[in-house]
């Protein structure tokens, strides 16, 4: 009985120690894709704050386009108070489909492009647009492999019961699958 009783004791110890380990380990990657997340966030509260100020720059020059300045505003709205990724992937999906009709509205007036503000700021904007891009696909493969980790065995045998669920990818919306047309 004394030899049962410690092979007993040596399944549950290195048992305990998966557990603990995984349970680590998920903990870890948990964060990890909640830091992704805030810097996904963070680039795209960056381009919320550029935003007042193309939207002012461009005001100065086409003050009577006040629907395209009232869906960048409205779109900015929402994105600021999104509270779950899928929120924040629609709200940015309204966002890119307003901000394109306000340079589209820029596009219009050649003393405007020719504006060194609007030009920086244009280059703000495009440069924090690549920081998105960034930030999007760093979460997205960050929440691929805590996903994979939660779904494979034994993993899934017991991630629930410890608080760790699926995370939710950032998606594009489906007009982006579409190419836009630039007219002159």
């Given at each position: 009985?004394g030899?049962?009783l410690?092979?007993?004791?040596?399944?549950v110890v290195?048992?305990?120690?998966?557990?603990?380990s995984?349970?680590n380990s998920m903990?870890?990657?948990?964060?990890?894709?909640?830091?992704?997340?805030?810097?996904?966030?963070?680039?795209?509260?960056?381009?919320?704050?550029?935003?007042?100020?193309?939207?002012?720059t461009v005001?100065?020059f086409?003050?009577?386009e006040?629907?395209?300045?009232?869906?960048?505003?409205?779109a900015r709205?929402?994105?600021?108070g999104?509270k779950?990724?899928a929120?924040?992937?629609e709200a940015?999906?309204?966002?890119?489909s307003?901000?394109?009709?306000?340079?589209?509205v820029?596009?219009?007036?050649p003393?405007?492009k020719?504006s060194?503000?609007?030009?920086?700021l244009?280059?703000?904007?495009a440069?924090?647009?690549?920081?998105i891009s960034?930030?999007?696909?760093?979460y997205?493969?960050?929440?691929?492999?805590?996903?994979?980790?939660?779904?494979?065995?034994?993993t899934?045998?017991?991630?629930?019961?410890?608080?760790f669920?699926?995370?939710d990818?950032f998606?594009?919306?489906?007009a982006a699958?579409q190419?836009p047309?630039?007219?002159?």
């Open positions: 009985m030899k049962s410690m092979i007993l004791i040596a399944i290195i048992v305990g120690g998966m557990l603990f995984d349970y903990v870890s990657m948990n964060e990890n894709v909640n830091g992704k997340w805030a810097q996904v966030e963070n680039q795209l509260q960056r381009r919320n704050d550029l935003i007042p100020n193309l939207v002012n005001k100065g086409a003050s009577h006040t629907e395209v300045f009232q869906a960048v505003a409205d709205a929402k994105l600021g999104a779950s990724v929120e924040t992937s940015n999906s309204q966002m890119d307003a901000l394109s009709r306000l340079l589209m820029a596009e219009n007036y003393e405007l020719s060194s503000n609007f030009s920086q244009q280059d703000e904007l440069g924090t647009e690549n920081r960034v930030a999007r696909r760093d997205n493969n960050t929440v691929q492999s805590f996903n994979a980790k939660v779904k494979s065995l034994p899934s045998l017991y991630a629930g019961m410890m608080g669920h699926e995370k990818y998606k594009a919306d489906e699958q190419v047309q630039v007219k002159f």
